[in-house]
């Protein structure tokens, strides 16, 4: 045989001529530990290629909308659905961003009580609204976009106070009746020198001072972000829907003036990263004491043993009638901001306290930059199940809603299976937190009309939901007149089922003028994200939704 003959893998693994016994074995061993390794690099490669496979065939969603819209609370009712394992394991992490929620919320309050025992009054000067590069143009001089087929927007220059009497605390009873024998006077919601507060109040805020250091070593602890200078709410021209509100609001060029005086909001660059910085149930650390509440075994961090100390005092803080006076006159209404647990003190102050479902969902953490989830939603019974391998693996994308970060969402249009659209309807009175001069409502009808007519999203499945309804029921029953920020609104039924319904009317409306040959389809959920069994059956159809329209582009029906 000439060597032109030999096979050259056979001339190659061929054993050496003249092997000892003890040679060949140790030969067959060592190639035994090689195909080992080579079956090994082999499974890698077959699983890599399978995950990309996957990935190629992955349901991409893209959640949209302005900031405080409730996109991650969307993200979180997909991931306690459809992420079971990895959200309950993530659980008891939250409690470190939930007690910060609570603690915000608290010196909200002692903010304003200072305010009030200062005699400072009630609207300070403003602001000027901030000079951003947008990615996404929005009108500067308070118009709104001929273009755009959504209605225009007033801004009235004056506000009445709400008409929601406060609840009184049989708690703080005593402190309350001392308060209001010594300074409450007639006029109490608006005259200059009237002092509602007392030196009880005085020994609350000196009792509850030591949050403020909490406060701090809970923001370190979860990383939060040092630019973060976002002030706590939008601004709202009646009420204060998320904690402030500028009483002699119109747009800038008419004398805006914006309040400053609300808190920084937390953010994180990564969820998982601050989580994990965040998890110290059970963990005790440097500061630890002995639970001198409970079993008296717990070693409690720090933070959650000063909170534990406080909860009393915060209660009575919040119960209190004179406390309560002093936000309605200045207009702050904390019950309808953004992680709000005020209600929920003798719960999340307790040492042992452990996060449900239902916090979490409602804990506020604003998102920056852009964050991906991984979510299996074939789910055994569903219609579309059994159509194709295709479709159960979702990738899903949060991103951050506020102007300056709008630019990032670019890059995330391509092959893009979907989007779910938030726009809260709650806050056609309130204004951008970010440019004060923009009603919230008119930008969520400016960026529902980029994304409509965007063609890279030419193909994608848009999903609107019309967020925060709880809300604006709860709105509208206090007495706010929509046509009063929306005249097109005219004099129908000052009710949200009207409102929803005319709202979704203006959206449809820009679907269809901005939409590609052959027309669109969209999908219109009236939602409140917060309700986590509703939003499951909304998701649920959705989710459907989603598929279907994933396996039709795809051919597979
Ligand atoms: N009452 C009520 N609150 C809601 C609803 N949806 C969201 N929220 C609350 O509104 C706040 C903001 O929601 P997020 O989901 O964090 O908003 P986002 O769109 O992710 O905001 P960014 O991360 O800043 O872009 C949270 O405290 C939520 O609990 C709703 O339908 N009803
Ligand atoms: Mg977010």
Redesign the pocket.
Known sequence: MGATDVDPFEYLTRPPPNETPEERTIRERKEVEAKKVSDQIDEEIRKERAVMKKQQNAVRVL?L????????????NFRMRYAREEWQAELASWRTVIQL?LIRSVLSILDAVQSELDNDPAEPPGTPGADETEFLHTPTDGSTSPALASPAFNHPSSSKPGQRRPSVSSIHRQLQSKASSSSLRKDALGGKESSLLGGQHQLLKLRLAPLRRVETDLRRQLGASADDE?VDGAASDEYGA?GQVDAGSSVRSTGLRRRTTARK?V?VRRLKDALSGGDRAGKSKGHSRTNSEGSGDDAVDEATDVIAKCKDDIKALWMDEAVRLVLKKRKIRLE?????FLDDVDRIAAREYVPSDDDV????????GVQEYRITVDQPGSVLSGLGATGSEWLLY?????RT?RHAWIPYFENITAIIF?A?V?CFDERLLEDSRINRLEDSFLLWRHVCSSKLLQKTSLILFM?????LK?KLKMGVKVNKYLPSYADRPNEAGHVVKYLKEKFRDIVKANAPEGGRVAYYYA?????TKTTYTTLKAVKDIILRDHLKNADFV
Not at 467 to 471: F, I, R, S, V, Y
Not at 527 to 531: A, C, E, G, P, Q
């Open positions: 959640l909308g302005q900031s405080e819209s409730g996109k991650s609370t969307t993200l979180k929620n976002v998320l909001e953010s309808d901001s953004a992680g709000f969902v409602r804990a506020r953490l604003r998102t920056l949060d991103v951050g809603g506020s970060m938030l809260p709650s967020n925060k309804c709880d809300l709860r939602t409140s994200v917060t309700d």
